[in-house]
C-alpha cells in the first residue's frame, strides 16, 4: 500500500520561501512519480508539479514556473517542492500524489495534505 505523509507547511510572508516534504513508502520499484496539487480557498484543485522516480522528468504549473522546485531524495525517500518568491495567491492547502497511471497524468493516491498560508 502506498502511503504519502506532508509536512513543512506553515504561515510565511510574501517573497518568502516554504519547503514542503512528502515522505513516501509501499513501492515496489522505482518506476513511480510524484505530484503536488494544491486547493486555495474558492478555488478548484490544481496540479502544481510532478516528478518520475526513475528518469528524474519534471514538470509545472505555469503559475508556479521559476518559482517553486520539485526533487526527489531516493535515499530518504522523500520528494520535496521549494517554494520561493511566495505570493498570496499561493496560500492553499498543497497534497502529495502518486500517480497511479504514467506520465504524470492520473489518476491520483492523496496524501492528507499541509496548509501553506503567504501573508500580504
Known amino acids: 500500500e502506498v502511503q504519502l505523509v506532508e509536512s513543512g507547511g506553515g504561515l510565511v510572508q510574501a517573497g518568502g520561501s516554504l519547503r514542503l516534504s512528502c515522505a513516501v513508502s509501499g513501492f515496489t520499484s522505482d518506476d513511480y512519480r510524484i505530484g503536488w496539487f494544491r486547493q486555495g480557498p474558492g478555488k478548484e484543485r490544481e496540479g502544481v508539479s510532478c516528478i518520475s522516480r526513475r528518469d528524474g522528468f519534471t514538470q509545472y504549473a505555469d503559475s508556479v514556473k521559476g518559482r517553486f522546485t520539485i526533487s526527489s531524495d531516493d535515499a530518504k525517500n522523500t520528494v520535496y517542492l521549494q517554494m520561493d518568491s511566495l505570493k498570496p495567491e499561493d496560500t492553499a492547502v498543497y497534497y502529495c500524489?502518486?500517480?497511479?497511471?504514467?506520465?504524470?497524468?492520473?489518476?491520483?493516491?492523496w496524501g492528507q495534505g499541509t496548509q501553506v498560508t503567504v501573508s500580504s
Open positions: 500524489v502518486h500517480d497511479r497511471g504514467y506520465y504524470c497524468a492520473g489518476p491520483w493516491d
